[in-house]
Structure formats: structure tokens, C-alpha cells
């Protein structure tokens, strides 16, 4: 095989899930995805997808059609900036966003997102972080980040962070709210209404 040719896997029908589409158009209220025409017009609007490795408009396609691990598995959903420009452009109105957001929570979910990329650690990070304090606090996020992706890289940034530490921009002193368990309109009651998939408590499968 040459240098330029890229092996693809090949999915049958029966490696489909028929419901995938259902289910991530129930999680993200967005039941338009089903009226796609596929115009590419969110890929078109889309600042990122030059490094997408799915377009906007595969991903909506291909959810449709229920490739669940290959969605799950990419790249795209995690490099999504969550900027809406292409919902804004849709001519079908489809929550292409929160279609984005709901594949993201069931890839955390399904401990499928990929290993050592730093977005999805630092989503769960955050999450886990904020459920507990209340806060988020910068540099233990960053360091917990760093040390499930790649820690060397944490080395590469220890001058800009003492710059940010010197000028108070970050610190050491974790905060935390009063009011985190136990009350009425407590955190962790506001944080279990807003987390109905919650992240699972095991890292990535792969
Ligand atoms: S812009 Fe809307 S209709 Fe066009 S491909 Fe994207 S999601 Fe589908
Ligand atoms: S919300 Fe995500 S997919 Fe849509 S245009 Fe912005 S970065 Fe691209």
C-alpha cells in the first residue's frame, strides 16, 4: 500500500445502532437532525473544521445513520468550540451545538473518548473539581489535566505558570462554597438535576 492511501475499516449493518439518533436527539432536544439535507452549509460556517477529522455535516449524517463508535471515537467533538455559528446558518435549524454537546456527555458516559486527549479530561476534571468545591480551581484542574494526558508537557508550560502565579492571575488556596451538600438549592443537588448522564466513573476504554 502507498504512502497515501489510508486503510478503512468496513462497518456492516449489523455493527449499526438503530437507535443512536434517538437517543442523542432525545439528550440534545434536537429532533431536527432528522430534517438534515445535507447542504454542508455548518461545515462551511464551522472555524474549526479545517481540523475536524468529521465535518459537521458527516457527524450529523453519520449519527443519523447510527455509526455510534465512529462519532463517539472522533476527534471532532471534542475540538468543537461550541460557537453556534453553524446552528446560526442552518437552513433546517438543526441544534448542530447541542447535537455536539449530547455526543460529547455519552462519549464520557461510555468511557469511549480518546485516551490522553486533553479536552475530555479536562471536561471531566472540571466537572468533578466544581461537584466538590463548588469552584474552579485553576491549578489543581490543570495540574490533574496535565497528569492524565501528558505530563511532560506540564514541564513545557512551569514558566508561564509562575508568571500567572506571581502576578495572581492564579493560587494556591483551593475556595470553596458553603453550601455544598445538605441544604436546599444545595450544589450537589443543582449539580445531579443538571447532570442526567453522568460522566462515568472510569477513564476512556481505549
Ligand atoms: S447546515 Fe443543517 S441541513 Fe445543512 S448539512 Fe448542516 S445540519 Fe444539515
Ligand atoms: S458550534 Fe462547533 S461545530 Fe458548530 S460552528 Fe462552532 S465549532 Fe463548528
Known amino acids: 500500500m502507498s504512502d497515501g492511501q489510508m486503510t478503512r475499516k468496513i462497518t456492516y449493518e449489523g455493527d449499526l445502532d438503530p437507535h443512536f439518533a434517538d437517543e442523542v ?20 460556517a464551522c472555524p474549526v473544521s ?16 447510527g455509526y455510534k463508535a465512529e462519532v463517539l471515537q472522533s476527534h471532532t467533538i471534542w475540538l468543537c468550540a461550541s460557537c453556534y455559528a453553524c446552528t446560526v446558518a442552518c437552513p433546517k435549524e438543526v441544534r448542530i451545538t447541542d447535537v455536539m454537546y449530547a455526543l460529547k456527555q455519552r462519549a464520557i458516559r461510555d468511557g469511549v473518548y480518546p485516551k490522553r486527549f486533553p479536552v475530555p479530561v479536562l471536561a471531566r476534571e472540571f466537572f468533578h473539581g466544581v461537584l466538590a468545591t463548588g469552584r474552579n480551581n485553576e491549578l489543581p484542574l490543570l495540574i490533574k489535566m496535565y497528569l492524565k494526558t501528558n505530563i511532560f508537557k506540564m514541564l513545557g508550560q512551569a514558566v508561564m505558570g509562575l508568571r500567572l502565579f506571581l502576578t495572581g492571575r492564579i493560587g494556591l488556596k483551593q475556595e470553596r462554597i458553603k453550601a455544598r451538600r445538605g ?13 442526567r448522564d453522568a460522566p462515568a466513573k472510569g477513564g476512556p476504554s481505549r
Open 25 to 44: 436527539a432525545a439528550s440534545a432536544r434536537g429532533e431536527q437532525l432528522f430534517t438534515c439535507i445535507q447542504c454542508g452549509t455548518c461545515g462551511g
Open 50 to 65: 479545517p481540523y475536524m477529522d468529521l465535518t459537521p455535516r458527516r457527524i450529523i449524517a453519520m449519527t443519523r445513520a
Open 183 to 195: 441544604e436546599k438549592g444545595d450544589l450537589q443537588t443543582i449539580m445531579a438535576a443538571v447532570d
